[in-house]
Structures are given as C-alpha cells and as structure tokens.
C-alpha cells in the first residue's frame, strides 16, 4: 500500500488559515461599523449598504481561496492583513485625541 502525497504542505495550510483569520476580521470590523451607522441619527444608511457590500466581496474572496493557490492565499493575507492594520491604527489614533 502506498502513502498518498498529502494534497498541500504545511506552509500552504497556515498560510491559507491566516488568511481567512484577516478576512474574518475584516468582516468582524465591518459589522462592527454596521453597528455604529445604524445607531447614528439619523442612521448612516449609504455607509450601511457600502459596509454590506463589502462584507459580502470579503465571503466571495474568502469563498474563492484555494489552499495550494499560493499567489492568491499571499495577495488575499496582504490586502485583508492591511485592512485590519488600517483599523486597528485608526481606533488607536481615536482613542488617543
């Protein structure tokens, strides 16, 4: 009996994973700002429908990836990753004024 070559390697498997993880968040940050327009008065309903649409470009993105499509899994981890940093120094920028 012969051992099956597994069908990606490990690096493939934690880079696929971490971008899944920026995608998540990023969709976790614009739900969050759903949130925050729906409770504005009166309630930001052009930024709600963007933030959606955006959301639902995230899922396809996400929906799309394939584990072993190396170029994808590095571009998709580099945009979502910058998205997340964006937020992240923009929250941390608000906090400090």
Known sequence: MSESKPLWTQDQAIAF?????????VIAGYSEDIEHARNASPPLEQRIAWLKMRIMQARDVGDALATT?????????????AIVRARDAAGSNAKAA
Do not use: K, P, T
């Not at 994973?17 to 968040?25: K, T």
């Not at 499509?69 to 990753?81: G, I």
């Open 17 to 25: 994973e971490a971008a899944l993880e920026a995608i998540n968040d």
């Open 69 to 81: 499509d190396d170029a994808s899994v590095a571009e998709v981890l580099r945009e979502y990753s």
